[in-house]
């Protein structure tokens, strides 16, 4: 089991508050209510404060991770971002179908986002759930399902390929 016991407590509280307290930045949330009352889609905004905070994220837990002694520190495989959906992951009894399969065939062409909030909307609201999902299936990793969930190396190995495509995105403009 992949788990990430020295995690700081700050690190899955401010995890946690960014997720559950939107519209609440004084309260560690965040800026934008991704679904404000009324609304059927994203709201505009939200998906680049998406990629743009979970990048930030990604990179404090990394500096906290190098300021670690080396027997402290998990095992670099263990949290090398993906760069691609495992072929693992691509089978129905996670959930995969022909949505996910589209998802990913449009995330070949970067082009096809006008925008980095349109593409942190594609993504938070279509594969990366999909992701926390079908990993916590696959892998037995409950903890996936929830806001502690950077407590597992997959956490960081999921948003690791959500960044991999932000920054794929930033590379085509």
């Given amino acids: 089991m992949p788990i990430i016991n020295n995690i700081p407590d700050e690190m899955i509280t401010e995890h946690i508050n960014w ?24 709201a505009p905004g939200s998906g680049e404060e ?3 905070w979970h990048k930030g994220y990604i990179d404090r837990f990394r500096s906290w991770i190098d300021s670690l ?22 089978m129905g009894m996670v959930g995969w179908g022909e949505t996910q399969a589209v ?3 449009r995330l070949r062409d970067m082009n096809s986002f006008g925008t980095l909030d349109e593409l942190g909307r ?22 996936l399902l929830g806001f502690r969930s950077p407590r597992v190396t997959y956490f960081w190995q999921i948003h690791g390929l959500i960044d991999h495509w932000r920054q794929k995105w930033e590379d085509a403009q």
């Fill in 69 to 90: 002694p080396t027997d402290q520190k998990p095992k670099v495989e263990q949290l090398s971002p993906w760069t691609e959906i495992s072929p693992g992951l691509k």
């Fill in 122 to 143: 594609f993504l938070e609201w279509g594969l990366h759930g999909w992701l926390h999902n079908a990993c916590a299936s696959m892998f037995d990793e409950p903890v």
């Fill in 103 to 105: 998802h990913e065939a």
């Fill in 19 to 42: 997720h559950t307290r939107p519209g609440n930045p004084q309260g560690g949330g965040r800026k934008i209510n991704p679904w404000p009352p009324g609304r059927i889609t994203a």
């Fill in 50 to 52: 998406f990629l743009v």
